[in-house]
């Protein structure tokens, strides 16, 4: 079946702009994980949902940064005022079901942002 | 507090010889351990995982891990390296709704 998908694959903005990256997991995932994976770094945790509510937030790097999932599907990944600093590749990933720490995560190819 | 460290940024070895890559971990309780791989422009793809019993297992494309509490290691090893291996490999640990990567091995392969 299809993996995890996330797009744009690629998005260049200035700096101050607004950007949206969108995760689509796979059917019948119940949690969703994002990711940022800065150059030369593994990915770093920064949101959990389990269905529609963001279950663990505290990897949020400040409060230009908010997700959402309003339908328990397909999530968005949300930054105001992007500075040069959030340039790095954002993953997204699903698992079956959560809270378990033998859960999987299938990880998308994910977003590169890129801020000028 | 939880975390991975892998000690080799780099690692270049020849096609056909064995591999090891190191990772340890810091993690209080008993540790859910992960090794994941990455292409470039590809997600992380799960090689193997270890949750509990055998303390040594098996993963795809014929990669192995081996768990040791008292060295709070799990190295991930492969006995003949193939061209197609040259990746970047990340060692994680989980912690019920996240994991903790490391911060990657990039491998490559000598023909």
């Known amino acids: 079946g299809a993996g995890v998908s996330q797009t744009p694959s690629n998005k260049v903005t200035e700096k101050g702009k607004y950007v949206e990256l969108r995760c689509d997991p796979i059917?019948?995932?119940?949690?969703l994980y994002w990711y940022r994976q800065s150059l030369g770094q593994g990915p770093e945790f920064l949101i959990y949902?389990?269905?529609?509510?963001?279950?663990?937030d505290s990897g949020l790097p400040n409060d230009r940064f908010f997700a959402v999932r309003p339908e328990g599907s397909v999530s968005t990944l949300k930054i105001q005022r992007t500075e040069r600093g959030d340039s790095a590749v954002y993953l997204c990933?699903?698992?079956?079901?959560?809270?378990?720490?033998?859960?999987?995560?299938?990880f998308g190819p994910g977003t590169r942002l890129t801020v000028l | 507090a939880q975390s991975v460290t892998q000690p080799d940024i780099h690692i270049t070895v020849s096609e056909g010889a064995s591999l090891e890559l190191r990772c340890n971990y810091s993690?209080?309780?008993?540790?859910?351990l992960f090794w994941y791989v990455q292409s470039p422009g590809q997600g992380l793809q799960l090689l193997l995982k270890?949750?509990?019993?055998?303390?040594l297992v098996q993963g795809i494309k014929g990669f192995e891990a081996e768990f040791k509490r008292s060295q709070s290691s799990f190295n991930l090893r492969k006995p003949s390296v193939h061209w197609s291996d040259a990746a970047e490999y990340f060692c994680?640990?989980?912690?019920?709704?996240?994991?903790?990567f490391g911060s990657g091995t990039k491998l490559n392969v000598k023909p």
């Open positions: 059917s019948g995932h119940t949690a």
């Open positions: 994680a640990v989980s912690n019920f709704n996240k994991f903790y």
């Open positions: 993690y209080g309780a008993t540790p859910y």
């Open positions: 949902f389990q269905g529609t509510g963001a279950a663990d």
């Open positions: 270890y949750f509990s019993g055998d303390t």
């Open positions: 990933a699903s698992s079956l079901m959560a809270g378990g720490r033998s859960d999987t995560q299938y």
